[in-house]
C-alpha cells in the first residue's frame, strides 16, 4: 500500500509556472506507475500524465502536451508535475495516483490517490 501527499498548488497568473509535487510513503515506489489527473468544479476527474516505474516512459492528455513535463526521483519517492505556460482552463483539484502494472490514462485503473492540491489561474 502506498500514501500520498501532494503539494506545490497555488494562485498564478495565465503564462506562469508551477511545480507540483507528490510524496509517497513506503519502500516500493519504484514499482508504481504515477500519474497526475485534475478536476475542475462541476466536471469529471480528468488525466493529465503519467509516468513508467523507471521514468523512461511518459504520456500527456492532449491539452497538456508541450507545456506540462512529469518526472519522478525514485530516490526520493516523489513524483513531480511541472507546468509551464498556465492557462485559466488549468484551473483544478490536481490530484496524483499510484497503480501498479503498466502505466494507464484511466481514472479507475488507479488504486491509491492522494487528497489532491489546488491550482488556480487567473487571466
Known amino acids: 500500500q502506498v500514501q500520498l501527499v501532494e503539494s506545490g498548488g497555488g494562485l498564478v497568473q495565465a503564462g506562469d509556472s508551477l511545480r507540483l509535487s507528490c510524496a509517497a510513503s513506503?519502500?516500493?515506489?519504484?514499482?508504481?506507475?504515477m500519474g497526475w489527473f485534475r478536476q475542475a468544479p462541476g466536471k469529471e476527474r480528468e488525466f493529465v500524465a503519467t509516468?513508467?516505474?523507471?521514468?523512461?516512459?511518459?504520456n500527456y492528455a492532449d491539452s497538456v502536451k508541450g507545456r506540462f513535463t512529469i518526472s519522478r526521483d525514485n530516490a526520493k519517492n516523489t513524483v513531480y508535475l511541472q507546468m509551464n505556460s498556465l492557462k485559466p482552463e488549468d484551473t483544478a483539484l490536481y490530484y496524483c495516483?499510484?497503480?501498479?502494472?503498466?502505466?494507464?490514462?484511466?481514472?479507475?485503473?488507479?488504486?491509491?490517490w492522494g487528497q489532491g492540491t489546488q491550482v488556480t489561474v487567473s487571466s
Open positions: 495516483a499510484a497503480r501498479k502494472s503498466s502505466i494507464s490514462s484511466r481514472v479507475r485503473e488507479y488504486d491509491y
Open positions: 513506503g519502500r516500493t515506489f519504484s514499482s508504481y506507475v
Open positions: 509516468i513508467s516505474w523507471g521514468g523512461g516512459y511518459s
